[in-house]
């Protein structure tokens, strides 16, 4: 599994169905142009679950994914406790009122 192949093969599925789509512009959608969406969305459908699969069971990230998460800012609880950068899993439990989960921030 390739997850940089799979997003990329995602976003290009996307292209193509927006395309579709907007060139009806609110017509009616001719046969070919209503196959290729099925057919467009189905492979989108079995790449989304691959890729959820993959990350699941612990694969990396797509490249794209990976840099953008690298330059988020950890979550409050997190730069507290660590100083702003590495690994951080908190544990918040039950109050009578609220349910709350863990945070993780790597």
Known sequence: MDPNANLREQRELVEQINTLLNAAHGKRLTGTQEQDIILHSARLAELVEALDQWIAGGGFLPDSWE????????????????????????????????????????
């Open 67 to 106: 840099i953008a998460h690298k330059r988020a800012a950890p979550p409050p609880q997190c730069a507290e406790r660590t100083g702003g950068g590495h690994q951080c899993e908190l544990s918040a439990g039950h109050d009578g009122m609220h349910h709350s989960g863990v945070v993780r921030w790597w």
